[in-house]
């Protein structure tokens, strides 16, 4: 992980006339600059990753606190890449030279006692942990 940097922000609260610091942990900047207008001001804005703090579970997606869950309880598992009719010889299978690109591949995931399946994209953006695993237990190490 990246170094955890905190910027301060003064926000006046809506009751009264005082000034509220609120810190905000940025992680890492993940992409920009982008400019959008906002109001009548051109904006400079970072696409950011926020350093881990406790959120109320109703300012979550219920789906998110689902997922969180079933992760914990090691109920998801990357089954492996699909290989479609579209993609393969006419036997069924692919030639050892015949490579299929990662980003056109889809993946059987199963999820508790369901069976998804994704597209390459979508596992890597919602199942990293899983993922890495997966390749992982699948890595070959010359060891000599």
């Known amino acids: 992980m990246g170094k955890v940097s905190k910027t301060k922000s003064s926000k006046k ?12 942990a940025v ?8 400019y959008e207008t906002i109001g009548t001001k051109r904006q400079k804005l970072y696409k950011v990753r926020w350093g881990e703090t406790y959120e109320l579970a109703s300012n979550i997606p219920p789906g998110l606190i ?3 869950e079933k992760r914990e309880k090691k109920q998801i598992k990357i089954l492996g890449p699909l290989v479609t009719s579209e993609s393969s010889t006419s036997e ?7 490579r299929i690109p990662l980003h056109q591949t889809k993946f059987a995931i199963e999820i508790g006692d369901k069976v998804k399946c994704l597209s390459y994209s979508e596992v890597r953006n919602t199942y990293k942990e899983e993922l890495l695993q997966y390749f992982e237990e699948r890595a070959k190490i ?3």
């Open 13 to 24: 609260s809506a009751g009264g006339s005082g000034n509220k610091t609120v810190i905000w």
């Open 27 to 34: 992680e890492d900047i993940v992409d920009g600059p982008k």
């Open 66 to 68: 689902d997922l969180y």
């Open 92 to 98: 069924g299978s692919l030639s050892p030279k015949e």
């Open 142 to 144: 010359d060891e000599e």
